[in-house]
Structure formats: C-alpha cells, structure tokens
Nanobody, 126 residues
Framework: LVPLMESGGGSVQPGGSLRLSCKTS????????MGWFRRFPGKDREGVAT????????YDDSVKGRRFTVSRDNDKNTLYLEMNGLKPEDTAIYYC???????????????????WGQGTQVIVSS
C-alpha cells in the first residue's frame, strides 16, 4: 500500500482559492497514475482530475475550464490540486488516490485506484 496524506483543506469564501497537497513517502508514485476525487455530503465519491506519470492531465467536466489544476512534483513525492474560483457546490471532502497498476492512460473510475488518503474537507461558504 502507498501511504497518502492530504492537506490544505479549509473554509473559504466563494471565489476564493485553495491548494490541496497529497504527500507520500513512497518514491514509486512517480510511476503511478494519481488522482483527486471528492465526496459531496450524502453522495458517492466522484472524480475531479487525474495525472499520469508523464504529467498528462484529465479533468472531470464539472471542473474543466474552472481553474482547477492538478500537478505533481515527483522529487517531493507530492500531488497538488490548485482550486481557484471556488463555489459553494465545490464543498466536499477531497481525496487523493494512486493507481499503482498504471502509469499512463489513467482511469477515471474510483475502483481502479487502490491507494487512498483519508481526505481533507473543503467548505466554500459566505
């Protein structure tokens, strides 16, 4: 298992920004697909963005073009999610995940990611 630890969540007003981080001690994550998912209150977890080992990114339609940016720093074993222009409907628990069976062509499906952090809460409210 790949230990993952999210940080950077919190409360922000609409239009604000947050930068989520996901750090691991596992150097091997540079060879894994990584992703961000979120769970809205009372709903199933859904995908936000993925990034493969080459840095190729993919975004869910709900955030595409909305100034969410996923990135990774393999030297620091860290995954990031930069979120700008936040809206109340972005309020959720955000999880990072790793798929240690895939380096490229990342899946969009939660069930294909086999390593998960515990999540960090994001609240967008005035």
């Amino acid at each position: 298992l790949v230990p993952l630890m999210e940080s950077g969540g919190g409360s922000v007003q609409p239009g604000g920004s947050l930068r989520l981080s996901c750090k691991t001690s596992a150097h091997a994550i540079k060879n894994y697909c990584m992703g961000w998912f979120r769970r809205f209150p009372g709903k199933d977890r859904e995908g936000v963005a993925t990034i493969d080992s080459d840095g190729v990114t993919n975004y869910d339609d709900s955030v595409k073009g909305r100034r969410f940016t996923v990135s990774r720093d393999n030297d620091k074993n860290t995954l990031y999610l930069e979120m700008n222009g936040l809206k109340p409907e972005d309020t959720a628990i955000y999880y990072c995940a790793a798929d240690d069976g895939r380096a490229v062509w990342c899946s969009d499906y939660e069930q294909d990611f086999n390593n998960w952090g515990q999540g960090t809460q994001v609240i967008v409210s005035s």
